[in-house]
Structure formats: C-alpha cells, structure tokens
C-alpha cells in the first residue's frame, strides 16, 4: 500500500541556518516518482521537484537539495541558509505505476525565524 | 496565462445546501484532480479525471459528485453539505498522471456552518 510519512509537524530555524525535512515512503512497485511540493502562507501549492525511483542521483537547485535513498525509503529535502521566505508548509508525494493516485504526506510546517 | 482556475475562491454554507466548485485548465491537460486539504492530513484525494467523460473515486469521495463533460472543466459537486465538509478544496490537472507534477489551482475555502 502507499503511504507518506513526514513525522515533522513543525520545525523552526533561524534564518541562515540549515534544515532538513523528512520524507519516508512506503510502496511495492519498483517503479514510482517522488515529489516535493511548497505551500507558502499564500495558500498556493508549487511544485519544487520529482525523482523517478531508478534515478538515485542526489539534485541540487540553488539553496535546495534532496537526497533519494531507495535503501531506507527516503527522499529527504535539504534547504542551505534558509530565508525567511522559505516559510511554508512542505509536502512530499508519492505516485506508483500500479495505481492512479497520487497519495500526499500530511506536510511539515517550517518557520523561518529572521 | 491562466493555468488553473478555481470558482469561487471563497464560500459558507449551511449544513443541507448543496453547490458545485468549478475547475477549468487551459493547458490541454488529460489528468484532473480534486482534494481537499485539512490541518494535519496533507492533501486527500476526492475524485479524480482520466480524461472527458471519465471520473473516479479517490480516498475520501463520500459526499461528493464530479462531472468532466469538457476536458478543461472538473466539477465537484456536493448535495448536501455537513460540516465536515468544511476544508479548503484544491483543483489540480497534469498531463500525465504518475510522472509528472500537477498544477494547482489556488483553492476555495468552504465553510459549513
């Protein structure tokens, strides 16, 4: 069955610190996508980025880096130096081939703190 | 450069009344979505559209309709409100369901009171 785990409710940093935000999945197809979508207070959902399952290459985008471990089922989401702007409720998503149905984690919420 | 539009943006109901939500996508998409979004649980999905004409159930469909006459309109429907229909509901379309990332539109808070 799908299913994700973001066990962060909430985190605060300081800005210019570094955060990490967890993304645990759970799935019995071999081929699936991950995705992390961003919620700012504007209540919009943006879309950050999407990892194929055969494609453990870890992505740096600016201030942004996730790393895909197949191993522990992870696709964890890095943000270097963080800003005040990057206050927002984070989602990581899973689709699986065998099913049409994109299944959300229930979101951290993250707080930059100036 | 539209994307994804959402009617209305904002709305209050009384428990018994019934509306529909409107999404409409200029981007050609196949793939729609609705869900709804409530604090702690992420997004869950309600119905979904594989295309004109076809409509499915998703995790939480109870209480609502959908209809996809045109492939650029989604409509979600709900006959009866309850107030555990109180969420703030999201459209979203993609071209292709697994693979790629869906576009959102910018949702409507609904309220039954």
């Known amino acids: 069955a799908q299913k994700v785990t973001q066990a962060q409710t909430e985190i605060s940093v300081v800005e210019k610190e570094d955060v990490t935000l967890d993304c645990v999945y759970e799935?019995?197809?071999?081929?699936?996508?991950l995705f992390w979508y961003k919620q700012p207070p504007s209540g919009e959902l943006v879309f950050l980025i999407r990892?194929?399952?055969?494609?453990?290459q870890n992505e740096i985008s600016g201030r942004y880096s996730w790393n895909f471990q197949k191993s522990t089922s992870s696709f964890n989401f890095t943000i270097t130096a963080s800003q005040v702007v990057d206050s927002a409720v984070y989602f990581c998503?899973?689709?699986?081939?065998?099913?049409?149905?994109?299944?959300f984690g229930p979101g951290t919420s993250l707080s930059v703190i100036p | 450069n539209a994307g994804v539009t959402q009617t209305p943006k904002f709305r209050v109901l009384k428990t018994g009344q019934s509306m529909t939500l409107l999404c409409a996508q200029d981007?050609?998409?196949?793939?729609m979505y609705w869900y709804r979004q409530d604090p702690g649980m992420g997004l869950r999905l309600i119905h979904y559209?594989?295309?004109?004409?076809?409509?499915a159930k998703g995790e939480v469909p109870d209480g609502y309709n959908v209809s996809r006459l045109k492939k650029q309109n989604f409509l979600l429907g709900l006959e009866s409100a309850a107030p555990s229909q109180t969420s703030v509901y999201f459209c979203?379309?993609?071209?292709?369901?697994?693979?790629?990332?869906?576009?959102f539109g910018q949702g409507t808070r609904l309220t039954v009171v």
């Open positions: 799935t019995r197809d071999t081929t699936y996508y």
């Open positions: 981007m050609n998409h196949e793939y």
């Open positions: 979203a379309s993609s071209p292709n369901y697994r693979a790629t990332e869906a576009f």
């Open positions: 559209s594989v295309g004109e004409g076809t409509t």
């Open positions: 998503a899973l689709s699986e081939t065998s099913y049409d149905k994109v299944i």
């Open positions: 990892r194929n399952s055969f494609d453990e």
